[in-house]
Every structure is written in structure tokens, then in C-alpha cells.
């Protein structure tokens, strides 16, 4: 026996080896197989727990046969839940029990949390499995010649497009290059070649930042990106050459620009101020993004709010998956923070809602999150297809594969420094990670999350 035959554990996934339906309706049996190598020894007894309606229960797996020096159990799954997790007790010969999760393998029993786990709610489209995603930021990407031909803004720095960036705040967010819709246009042929077919734009609505994560309206598309009509262009032109397109929305809060925002700044019993948080009778101080002033954030206990942005007809939501510009999905910003503040907690009820909306008008889209910490509670497929997130994927895999260097640099407030920056955390520098650890760490923070939405994220 070689020394790697004799590390091998046993195995289970949720790919289609391993499990009948990515997709099972309520009442559904699914069969769920674990391969037990011979090296590591002989399986007398193997079983199935799940745990419908919070209660543990059992079923007994069948030796399928042997390959390649593993053996092929099969145990039958009936969904009861929308989130049905289950989980394999393997009774070897020489008595020892085990029992393998998400988590991996363990001589204790183990948490519900970490349990597999097949999701009944509606599926993500199909093409999300093997879509290569490309994130584009409009202003850096590519300048089309009518760029030359829009205004700069007053809020605007200038750049040409070979200057370096100004890395101290504000000139980062508000040094303009002019890249343009019609400059990602030219490039689609490049991308194809790159093999991508799924495109994701960062915010393309007008706002007082290149970035436009503080938009000042959800109904245009910036005229200094091409407007509307480049918008509509780039989706056509991305379809003949099958590439899908997703868009970049902020659930979390709008900028202080908005109409929204301004209508009721200052004005109280404004119609729109019950989207936000004034916490003065004048409607002049309010509650923002992390205290940025200039993003104020979403009260979704508004109803109004709601209708006007993701479940009426002509929602922000709606109207940009509709003719004519027929957006593929959404990736939605700060998703984590959505509907969250203090006591109130209604981030479920908004990514439900949002995929209500899209399930509607195009069941063919994705809906995307983005979480910057453990998003195991909100990942759970009854919302979000899948999710950008940072401690599970970003943080350990820049802990393993940088090379941090001790040469000083200024930071966004002109300060001198020498630790690297490590995506928001102080931890003094960037830590360095064996390829052990880096799996380590991504399967902790992926273990709580079913296969379906982890092929998402």
C-alpha cells in the first residue's frame, strides 16, 4: 500500500456521481452514494441520517460494488424539508464508527449545520454550472472614442488612461478614466477568446464615484458609460456571442444623490421617507453605510420600498431583466447588511423577494450575493444562487499564495505604512497559510453550505 492510498477517506459530494437531482421537488427520493476506499478498511454497516422536521431519521445503504479499490454504498433520501440535510454513519469491521459530513470525517457525532444538504427550492439556472464569470469596472476597462466626447463631471478627477491611480482618498473614487460601455463592446471578441461567457458588471448607473456604488438613480444607465442605448448594445452584442450578463445592484442603501434620498432630505412625511433611517424630526441625519454619509442606508420594513425596487412591475429589479435590455441576473452589493440593523432582521425576507421577482419575469437568471464574513445562514438556497464572498475563498487563498513584502506604502488616508493590507482585517499584515490550511479554512466556512449553492459561490 502506498503511503497516498493509505491517507484516502471516504467520500461524498453533491455532484451528479454522488447524488440522483441537484433539483428534487418536496416528497422526492434521492439517492445519495459514498465511495469507501479498501485502504482504509472494510465498511460492515452504512447509513443515511437525515433529519426531517428537526428529527433524526434513518435509512440503511446497499453495496452497489466495487471500483478502482472502492467500494459503492447507495441509501435512499426522502426530502421533507426545503433545506434536508443528511449525513453517512460507516460502521467499520473493527467496530469504529465514523460519521461524514460536509465538515469531513469524524469519530463524534457531528452538527445539523454541517450536514449535506439537498434544497428544494427552486433551482438556479442550469448555465450557472458552468459559466466563467468576468468582472468588468467600466471605468478601467476599456475607453471607446466617444468617450472623448462627455463632459467631466464636478465631482470628477480627470485621468488619462496610462496615469497612475491616486490611492488616497477621495481621489481613488473619484479619479475618471472614461471607460465606457462602448469600450467593453469592442472587447467582447477578447473575452470570447478568453473562454468567458458570463460578463458581470460592476454599477453602471450615474453616481458621484467611478465605482457608482452610490447611485443617484436606478432607472438610467450613466450617460458617461454610453447611456441607455450602450447598455442595450453591449447585452445584444454579449448574446450573439454567448456571453450572459449580470448587473450590479445595492440593496444595502443608495447615495445621498439619489431622488429617492433627496425628496425626503429635510422634508419629512416625504413619501420616500419611509425607505430610509432619519433619526431627526427635520430628516437630516440618518443612518448610512458603516457612517459613510454619502450612502444612506435601505429601511426594507417599507413596503413601498419594496414595491418601488424589487416586486413591482417596473421595479429597479424587474425592468432591467425586460426588452430591451434583457439582463441575465443580478449581483447584488453588501447582501450580507441587506435589511439588517440592529434588532431588525429582514435579509431573508429581501432575497426571497428578489428571487420571487426574477423566478417572474426570467426563471434563466442568476441572483448573486456578496458577503464579507460567514454567510453560512443566508446561503441555505432560498435566495441567493450563490455568493462573492471573502473568508472563504479571497483571505485564505492570498494567505497562501502572497509573498508579503515589508516596503512602505501610503495607505487611503496618507498615512506611511509597511503591513500589507488584508481585505479589512487588522491582523497586522497577511498571514501566512500552508496549502493545508488554505483548505482548512475554506472548508470551514463552506461546510454549512448545501453542493447546489456552493457550485455558486
Same mark, same amino acid.
Given at each position: 500500500?502506498?503511503?497516498?492510498?493509505?491517507?484516502?477517506?471516504?467520500?461524498?459530494?453533491?455532484?451528479?456521481?454522488?447524488?440522483?437531482?441537484?433539483?428534487?421537488?418536496?416528497?422526492?427520493?434521492?439517492?445519495?452514494?459514498?465511495?469507501?476506499?479498501?485502504?482504509?478498511?472494510?465498511?460492515?454497516?452504512?447509513?443515511?441520517?437525515?433529519?426531517?422536521?428537526?428529527?433524526?431519521?434513518?435509512?440503511?445503504?446497499?453495496?452497489?460494488?466495487?471500483?478502482?479499490?472502492?467500494?459503492?454504498?447507495?441509501?435512499?433520501?426522502?426530502?421533507?424539508?426545503?433545506?434536508?440535510?443528511? &449525513?453517512?454513519?460507516? &460502521?467499520?469491521?473493527?467496530?469504529?464508527?465514523?460519521?461524514?459530513?460536509?465538515?469531513?470525517?469524524?469519530?463524534?457525532?457531528?452538527?445539523?449545520?454541517?450536514?449535506?444538504?439537498?434544497?428544494?427550492?427552486?433551482?438556479?439556472?442550469?448555465?450557472?454550472?458552468?459559466?466563467?464569470?468576468?468582472?468588468?469596472?467600466?471605468?478601467?476597462?476599456?475607453?471607446?472614442?466617444?468617450?472623448?466626447?462627455?463632459?467631466?463631471?464636478?465631482?470628477?478627477?480627470?485621468?488619462?488612461?496610462?496615469?497612475?491611480?491616486?490611492?488616497?482618498?477621495?481621489?481613488?473614487?473619484?479619479?475618471?478614466?472614461?471607460?465606457?460601455?462602448?469600450?467593453?463592446?469592442?472587447?467582447?471578441?477578447?473575452?470570447?477568446?478568453?473562454?468567458?461567457?458570463?460578463?458581470?458588471?460592476?454599477?453602471?448607473?450615474?453616481?458621484?464615484?467611478?465605482?457608482?456604488?452610490?447611485?443617484?438613480?436606478?432607472?438610467?444607465?450613466?450617460?458617461?458609460?454610453?447611456?441607455?442605448?450602450?447598455?442595450?448594445?453591449?447585452?445584444?452584442?454579449?448574446?450573439?456571442?454567448?456571453?450572459?450578463?449580470? *448587473?450590479?445592484?445595492?440593496?444595502?442603501?443608495?447615495?445621498?444623490?439619489?431622488?429617492?434620498?433627496?425628496?425626503?432630505? *429635510?422634508?419629512?412625511?416625504?413619501?420616500?421617507?419611509?425607505?430610509?433611517?432619519?433619526?431627526?424630526?427635520?430628516?437630516?441625519?440618518?443612518?448610512?453605510?458603516?457612517?459613510?454619509?454619502?450612502?444612506?442606508?435601505?429601511?426594507?420594513?417599507?413596503?413601498?420600498?419594496?414595491?418601488?425596487?424589487?416586486?413591482?412591475?417596473?421595479?429597479?429589479?424587474?425592468?432591467?431583466?425586460?426588452?430591451?435590455?434583457?439582463?441575465?441576473?443580478?449581483?447584488?452589493?453588501?447582501?450580507?447588511?441587506?435589511?439588517?440593523?440592529?434588532?431588525?432582521?429582514?435579509?431573508?425576507?429581501? &432575497?426571497?423577494?428578489?428571487?420571487?421577482?426574477?423566478?417572474?419575469?426570467?426563471?434563466?437568471?442568476?441572483?448573486?450575493?456578496?458577503?464579507?464574513?460567514?454567510?453560512?445562514?443566508?446561503?441555505?438556497?432560498?435566495?441567493?444562487?450563490? /455568493?462573492?464572498?471573502?473568508?472563504?475563498?479571497?483571505?485564505?487563498?492570498?494567505?497562501?499564495?502572497?509573498?508579503?513584502?515589508?516596503?512602505?506604502? &501610503?495607505?487611503?488616508?496618507?498615512?506611511?505604512?509597511?503591513?500589507?493590507?488584508?481585505?479589512?482585517?487588522?491582523?497586522?499584515?497577511?498571514?501566512?497559510?500552508?496549502? /493545508?490550511?488554505?483548505?482548512?479554512?475554506?472548508?470551514?466556512?463552506?461546510?454549512?453550505?448545501?453542493?447546489?449553492?456552493?457550485?455558486?459561490?
Amino acid at each position: 500500500m502506498t503511503d497516498a492510498a493509505s491517507r484516502l477517506i471516504p467520500h461524498h459530494d453533491g455532484s451528479p456521481l454522488h447524488v440522483s437531482t441537484l433539483a428534487p421537488a418536496l416528497g422526492e427520493t434521492v439517492r445519495v452514494r459514498v465511495r469507501i476506499p479498501h485502504a482504509w478498511g472494510q465498511a460492515a454497516i452504512v447509513r443515511a441520517r437525515s433529519n426531517p422536521d428537526h428529527e433524526p431519521a434513518w435509512t440503511d445503504a446497499v453495496l452497489l460494488g466495487a471500483d478502482g479499490g472502492w467500494d459503492w454504498w447507495e441509501a435512499e433520501v426522502v426530502v421533507a424539508n426545503p433545506r434536508h440535510g443528511y &449525513r453517512f454513519m460507516i &460502521r467499520r469491521d473493527d467496530g469504529r464508527v465514523f460519521w461524514l459530513n460536509q465538515a469531513g470525517l469524524h469519530e463524534i457525532e457531528t452538527l445539523d449545520a454541517e450536514d449535506f444538504a439537498l434544497v428544494a427550492y427552486p433551482a438556479p439556472p442550469a448555465w450557472m454550472y458552468d459559466a466563467v464569470m468576468y468582472q468588468v469596472f467600466p471605468d478601467r476597462f476599456a475607453r471607446s472614442s466617444e468617450a472623448d466626447t462627455h463632459p467631466t463631471p464636478e465631482w470628477a478627477t480627470p485621468a488619462s488612461w496610462d496615469d497612475p491611480v491616486d490611492v488616497l482618498a477621495p481621489g481613488r473614487s473619484q479619479q475618471l478614466y472614461g471607460g465606457d460601455l462602448p469600450g467593453v463592446i469592442e472587447k467582447l471578441d477578447h473575452l470570447v477568446g478568453l473562454g468567458v461567457n458570463l460578463l458581470y458588471l460592476t454599477p453602471v448607473f450615474p453616481a458621484a464615484s467611478n465605482h457608482r456604488y452610490d447611485a443617484s438613480s436606478f432607472l438610467t444607465v450613466d450617460p458617461l458609460l454610453g447611456g441607455d442605448d450602450a447598455y442595450v448594445r453591449l447585452i445584444e452584442e454579449a448574446h450573439a456571442r454567448g456571453i450572459r450578463v449580470i *448587473g450590479d445592484l445595492t440593496s444595502n442603501h443608495s447615495g445621498d444623490r439619489h431622488e429617492w434620498f433627496l425628496s425626503a432630505y *429635510g422634508t419629512p412625511a416625504a413619501p420616500a421617507e419611509e425607505f430610509y433611517y432619519f433619526t431627526d424630526e427635520g430628516n437630516t441625519e440618518y443612518i448610512s453605510w458603516l457612517g459613510y454619509p454619502t450612502l444612506p442606508k435601505f429601511n426594507w420594513a417599507s413596503e413601498k420600498l419594496r414595491e418601488r425596487f424589487i416586486s413591482g412591475p417596473d421595479s429597479v429589479v424587474a425592468m432591467w431583466l425586460k426588452p430591451p435590455f434583457n439582463a441575465d441576473g443580478w449581483r447584488i452589493d453588501v447582501a450580507n447588511m441587506t435589511g439588517r440593523l440592529g434588532d431588525v432582521d429582514l435579509n431573508a425576507e429581501v &432575497r426571497q423577494l428578489l428571487r420571487e421577482t426574477m423566478i417572474a419575469i426570467n426563471p434563466d437568471t442568476l441572483l448573486l450575493g456578496e458577503s464579507t464574513n460567514d454567510a453560512v445562514s443566508d446561503l441555505q438556497g432560498d435566495g441567493w444562487h450563490g /455568493a462573492m464572498t471573502y473568508p472563504s475563498f479571497t483571505r485564505p487563498l492570498w494567505a497562501w499564495l502572497s509573498d508579503p513584502q515589508t516596503t512602505s506604502y &501610503r495607505n487611503a488616508e496618507g498615512d506611511e505604512v509597511t503591513e500589507p493590507w488584508f481585505f479589512g482585517q487588522p491582523i497586522g499584515g497577511i498571514p501566512r497559510y500552508t496549502a /493545508a490550511q488554505f483548505v482548512d479554512s475554506v472548508t470551514r466556512f463552506a461546510a454549512g453550505v448545501p453542493w447546489r449553492v456552493r457550485l455558486g459561490t
